[in-house]
């Protein structure tokens, strides 16, 4: 039994071995590639030690293994990505050896295949909202000692009820911008909302999206962003292009978004 | 032994410091619930001026106390809240 197991980083398109020459994957391995019936996967040895089953497990716990094999996964796919249409696999995909790999991609070559034509011509771009906090003025007045107990409620009632509408208008600027955006796009994806600690920033996030956008209407999207920019309930923040994680799903999910 | 003294006083202080925070936790809670109430009633218009008079002192030196306390245990408002996971946090993030 060989010692090595094929690690898969992404499935691509036309891509001509000399693409993947000097291009290295986990642990500096050469990245390689094998071909089937049109579809290329693009892969490298990995330890067969470090991916069994209990040891991957362990490993998934490991944040430094974790944040490392990212690292190599990513590079892998985005030094690709960057001239070919690739369709990233989940990290830490392997299978027993490269003709295990090549039944794969006979197996699922239609599906693979209609993957790909989705992202075709595509990119994904991430678009996070924040709602902007109250003005510093609301905030002064809050600072001096109220004068009885009846205006001390009435602060209260103040306070809150402006903590209420502000989130309230941020999502409803945040719908808007979705639905402008969602328009150019050929597919939406909503991911879970980080929180402040997380996304290290202190004002509230109202909207986190994946769009899977039409190369041809990114000026169209910027537009859209910059029309936002001094919008006085939200901060709207533009990334991308990326390389489609969002959209490498082989479930054909176009929820909201309308075809160009 | 008076090394030995010394760690058992520190980890004392630690535990009396986390079981303050607990307790200050869900009085904090229990204070923005009561909060809320009394801003409902108020609304409601079902209270006597006196009584909003009342209530509303009461809310403030309860606030006021509570301020002190978190202060006086090297705590902030952030310490006082619990992440429940997927269902977010125990208290608003800002009150």
Same mark, same amino acid.
């Given at each position: 039994?060989?010692?090595?197991?094929?690690?898969?980083?992404?499935?691509?398109?036309?891509?001509?071995?000399?693409?993947?020459?000097?291009?290295?994957?986990?642990?500096?391995?050469? #990245?390689?590639?094998?071909?089937?019936?049109?579809?290329?996967? #693009?892969?490298?040895?990995?330890?067969?030690?470090?991916?069994?089953?209990?040891?991957? &497990?362990?490993?998934?716990?490991?944040?430094?293994?974790?944040?490392?094999?990212? *690292?190599?996964?990513?590079?892998?796919?985005?030094?690709?990505?960057?001239?070919?249409? #690739?369709?990233?696999?989940?990290?830490?995909? @392997?299978?027993?050896?490269?003709?295990?790999?090549?039944?794969?991609?006979?197996?699922?070559?239609?599906?693979?295949?209609?993957?790909?034509?989705?992202?075709?011509?595509?990119? &994904?771009?991430?678009?996070?909202?924040?709602?902007?906090?109250?003005?510093?003025?609301?905030? &002064?007045?809050?600072?001096?000692?109220?004068?009885?107990?009846?205006?001390?409620?009435? *602060?209260?009632?103040?306070?809150?009820? &402006?903590?209420?509408?502000?989130?309230?208008?941020?999502?409803?600027?945040?719908?808007?911008?979705?639905?402008? #955006?969602?328009?150019?796009?050929?597919?939406?994806?909503?991911?879970?909302?980080?929180?402040?600690?997380?996304?290290?920033?202190?004002?509230?996030?109202?909207?986190?999206?994946?769009?899977?956008?039409?190369?041809?209407?990114?000026?169209?999207?910027?537009? @859209?962003?910059?029309?936002?920019?001094?919008?006085?309930?939200?901060?709207?923040?533009?990334?991308?292009?990326?390389?489609?994680?969002?959209?490498?799903?082989?479930?054909?999910?176009?929820?909201?978004?309308?075809?160009? | 032994?008076?090394?030995?003294? =010394?760690?058992?006083?520190?980890?004392?202080?630690?535990?009396?410091?986390?079981?303050?925070?607990?307790?200050?936790?869900?009085?904090?809670?229990?204070?923005?619930?009561?909060?809320?109430?009394?801003?409902?009633?108020?609304?409601? !218009?079902?209270?006597?001026?006196?009584?909003?008079?009342?209530? !509303?002192?009461?809310?403030?030196?309860?606030?006021?106390?509570?301020?002190?306390?978190?202060?006086?245990?090297?705590?902030?408002?952030?310490?006082? =809240?619990?992440?429940? !996971?997927?269902? !977010?946090?125990?208290?608003?993030?800002?009150?």
């Amino acid at each position: 039994m060989s010692d090595t197991l094929t690690y898969v980083y992404a499935v691509a398109r036309e891509v001509d071995p000399a693409a993947v020459a000097g291009l290295e994957g986990l642990g500096g391995r050469p #990245v390689r590639t094998v071909e089937h019936r049109g579809v290329t996967a #693009v892969v490298s040895d990995a330890d067969r030690a470090e991916f069994q089953e209990r040891a991957l &497990e362990e490993r998934l716990e490991d944040l430094e293994w974790l944040a490392a094999t990212a *690292r190599a996964h990513h590079h892998v796919v985005d030094t690709l990505g960057r001239d070919h249409l #690739v369709a990233p696999l989940g990290l830490a995909t @392997v299978y027993f050896d490269d003709e295990r790999v090549r039944a794969v991609l006979d197996e699922s070559a239609e599906t693979f295949s209609a993957v790909l034509d989705r992202l075709a011509g595509r990119a &994904e771009w991430g678009l996070k909202v924040y709602a902007r906090k109250g003005s510093p003025a609301a905030a &002064e007045a809050e600072a001096e000692k109220p004068k009885s107990g009846a205006d001390y409620l009435r *602060r209260r009632r103040k306070a809150l009820r &402006e903590g209420d509408t502000t989130l309230e208008d941020a999502r409803r600027a945040a719908d808007e911008v979705d639905a402008a #955006v969602s328009a150019l796009a050929a597919a939406v994806k909503s991911h879970r909302l980080q929180d402040a600690q997380l996304s290290g920033q202190t004002d509230p996030m109202v909207l986190n999206q994946a769009y899977l956008l039409p190369v041809e209407r990114v000026d169209e999207l910027r537009a @859209v962003v910059a029309s936002y920019q001094d919008h006085p309930k939200v901060r709207v923040e533009l990334t991308g292009p990326w390389v489609p994680y969002s959209f490498a799903a082989a479930a054909t999910s176009s929820s909201g978004g309308s075809a160009p | 032994m008076s090394e030995r003294a =010394n760690r058992i006083e520190i980890d004392k202080d630690a535990v009396r410091r986390d079981l303050m925070k607990l307790v200050l936790t869900i009085v904090e809670l229990l204070r923005q619930l009561m909060e809320r109430q009394a801003i409902r009633r108020v609304d409601q !218009g079902d209270l006597t001026e006196q009584q909003e008079e009342d209530l !509303g002192t009461s809310l403030m030196l309860l606030a006021e106390a509570m301020d002190e306390l978190t202060e006086q245990f090297g705590l902030t408002a952030d310490d006082l =809240n619990l992440d429940l !996971g997927p269902l !977010g946090p125990l208290l608003p993030r800002d009150r």
